[in-house]
Structures are given as C-alpha cells and as structure tokens.
C-alpha cells in the first residue's frame, strides 16, 4: 500500500555532514521523495511535533535537541517520502529508537549516541504510522510544498505579506 512518512535529519546529523549518507541508506527502500526542505525550527514547531511527550521529565531537552540548541547547528532536514510500505521500510533504515540497542547497521545504530545526560541523540526522525506520519507532514509542509496532493486540500483567499528578492 502506497504510504507517506515524514524523515527529519536532526541537528546533529546534519552538524556531523551525515546527510549524504543518510539520504544514501534511505535510497535502498527504493521511494520517492515527494517534498524536502531545510528548516529552522522554531520552539513552536517543536513542541508541536513532541506534543505526545510533553509530561515527559526529558520534553526540554528534546525541543532543545530539536531546534539545534545543542549542536550549535538551528536547522533539520525534512524529508517526504512516499511509496509502497514506506512507514515500515523506512524505520526499518532508520533502526530502533535507543541508539545503543538499534541494529549497528542501521543509521541510528551506527551514528547515533546517548548523551551523559541520557538524551538519544538518534540522528533521525521517522513517522511511526499513519496517522502520524499525516500529523507530521501537514505540521512540517504546506499542500503546495508536495509534489502529489496526498490529503485533501482546499483554497483560501489570504492577504499576507511575503518576502521577496530585493
């Protein structure tokens, strides 16, 4: 079944210059990438994607982690992949959340760590289902930032200022 998920590569990877070899594995599940972007991530947008772990003792440094505080480096990678299976292909890529118990071929397994303060620093995000992955794209992306209209959209007439090239 032809699926969407959302893939961020997180401060640390890009500080570390893991892009190519993360986009390199992500290239053996064989999907198509039907958005991409670098992004600044604001405290709001990181929240929002961790909004399920806001009770959580660690949610501070994570939206810290997330928004590049602790690697000196303020921006991810965000990624739609799209095909057959691409939920479970792409996780599967990615390994297992904690990066010392995850698959030592798997991205998280061979440049993931855990801090001395006990934060994963996992390279990479990955949706881990559907509904999820829906939640995660439409936070992290307009309609028209994808390639294919994947959920239903509809028009709005906006007056809004827009930067532009001097």
Not at 61 to 88: C, F, T
Not at 122 to 145: D, G, M, T, V
Request: charged share 25%.
């Amino acid at each position: 079944m032809a699926e969407q998920t959302l893939v961020l590569i997180k401060p640390d990877g890009l500080k570390k210059s893991l892009t190519g070899n993360i986009l390199t594995r992500l290239s053996e599940a064989k999907l198509e990438i039907m958005a991409a972007k670098v992004v600044c991530v604001t405290r709001e947008l990181a929240s929002e994607h961790y909004c399920h772990m806001q009770a959580k003792p660690f949610f501070e440094e994570l939206i810290n982690y997330l928004m590049g505080n602790l690697h000196d480096r303020r921006k991810v990678l965000a990624l739609v992949y799209h095909g057959d299976n691409a939920i479970s292909l792409v996780r599967g890529i990615c390994g297992g959340t904690n990066p010392e118990t995850a698959d030592p071929t798997s991205i998280r397994g061979a440049y993931g760590r855990i801090t001395t303060k006990g934060l994963f620093e996992n390279i990479i995000h990955a949706s881990s289902a559907l509904e999820e992955a829906e939640r995660e794209i439409k936070l992290w992306f307009k309609p028209e930032e994808l390639v294919y209209r994947i959920y239903p959209v509809k028009t709005e007439e906006k007056v809004t200022k827009t930067l532009v090239w001097a």
